[in-house]
């Protein structure tokens, strides 16, 4: 019989029982595609919170920006913005996607950056449209 978790004001960290848990996902099955995570519990929320921090820092070398955004990032949106909100979020992570997606966090650099907005500029539109400066931020 599995535990019930509570949510806390603390994103990723849950209340199971007396203690407090933090939640990571590594990415999905490449088979069944589910999330793969991992439950770590602490008699204190500070101490769940503290061991989660480090764990992310500890894996941002390893972790791709595909699975940070699709895994942690936009999940944790769904809660806090409108659905229309939403539905751009996935659009311009759309955008994205071809040039940084399989990189590691620690991979990106500014000139990778900078090699994505000059080609949002020249042809990151619908049909191969231009987008404006406004709208790609740079």
Do not use: C, H
């Not at 199971?16 to 595609?33: A, K, L, Q």
């Not at 990032?73 to 940084?100: E, I, S």
Request: proline letters at 6%; a positive charge; zero cysteines.
């Amino acid at each position: 019989m599995a535990t019930s978790r509570t949510k806390t004001d603390v994103p990723g960290i849950y209340r199971r029982g007396d203690t407090y848990t933090y939640v990571v996902t590594n990415g999905r099955n490449p088979v069944s595609e589910r999330r793969r995570q991992r439950w770590v519990g602490f008699e204190s929320i500070a101490a769940a919170e503290s061991a989660r921090a480090a764990e992310l820092a500890a894996m941002s070398g390893v972790l791709t920006l595909r699975t940070f955004v699709e895994d942690r990032w936009l999940p944790l949106q769904l809660m806090r913005v409108r659905p229309g909100t939403m539905v751009l979020y996935r659009a311009n992570w759309k955008r994205v996607t071809p040039q940084l997606a399989d990189l590691t966090l620690a991979a990106i650099t500014p000139l990778n950056l900078q090699n994505l907005y000059a080609e949002l500029l020249i042809d990151g539109g619908r049909r191969g449209k231009p987008l404006s400066p406004r709208f790609v931020g740079s």
